[in-house]
């Protein structure tokens, strides 16, 4: 019988804020197999204008259960 146990490729995790996230999402809002930006971390607006495309140079400060970005 196979293995059950999953584990996610660490090439397949958010740049910025460490969270799974699917080939298909790299795919469509990445760039050259990265993304730096997820739906955890990201607003849809902010995913819809390429944002997850561009390497952050921002630092995140947790508030909370919630990360907010400081520009």
Do not use: Y
Not at 14 to 23: E, L, Q, T, Y
């Amino acid at each position: 019988m196979p293995d059950q146990t999953s584990s996610t490729d660490p090439n397949r995790r958010c740049r910025r804020c460490g969270a799974a996230v699917s080939r298909r999402f790299i795919r469509v809002f990445g760039v050259e197999d990265e993304v730096h930006g997820c739906l955890g971390c990201l607003h849809r607006d902010q995913l819809s204008n390429g944002e997850a495309a561009k390497e952050s140079d921002r630092t995140p400060i947790q508030e909370g259960t919630r990360i907010t970005w400081t520009v």
